[in-house]
Nanobody, 114 residues
Framework: QVQLVESGGGWVQAGGSLRLSCVVSGPIFSVSTMGWYRQAPGKRRELVATISSGGTDYADSVKGRFTISRDTAKNTVTLQMNSLKPADTAAYYC?????????WGQGTQVTVSA
């Protein structure tokens, strides 16, 4: 079946950087929009960034600090996170529309200390 596997989470001090990656595997005929959500304890899930044939989009809270990119040949989406803040602490989940269905990764934790 289709699987999304994230990597790259961890702990970093405020002002630091992390790079998240998500690889899609399985029976793939098409991959369209890909992106990242995050959810912190006690907070609503937040759409962080998306990438599609139409371009990229970011939450206002991460604009200018995060960059989403994809490698179509490798079915990979990456989130480069710079100038991290404690408010960025959350579980980050990648998603992708694969074969016209939305699929999710298992999540990776990002912790930013002050």
């Amino acid at each position: 079946q289709v699987q999304l596997v994230e990597s790259g989470g961890g702990w970093v001090q405020a002002g630091g950087s992390l790079r998240l990656s998500c690889v899609v595997s399985g029976p793939i005929f098409s991959v369209s929009t890909m992106g990242w959500y995050r959810q912190a304890p006690g907070k609503r899930r937040e759409l962080v960034a998306t990438i599609s044939s139409g371009g990229t989009d970011y939450a206002d809270s991460v604009k200018g600090r995060f960059t989403i990119s994809r490698d179509t040949a490798k079915n990979t989406v990456t989130l480069q996170m710079n100038s991290l803040k404690p408010a960025d602490t959350a579980a980050y989940y990648c998603y992708a529309y694969v074969n016209f269905n939305q699929h999710w990764g298992q999540g990776t934790q990002v912790t930013v200390s002050a």
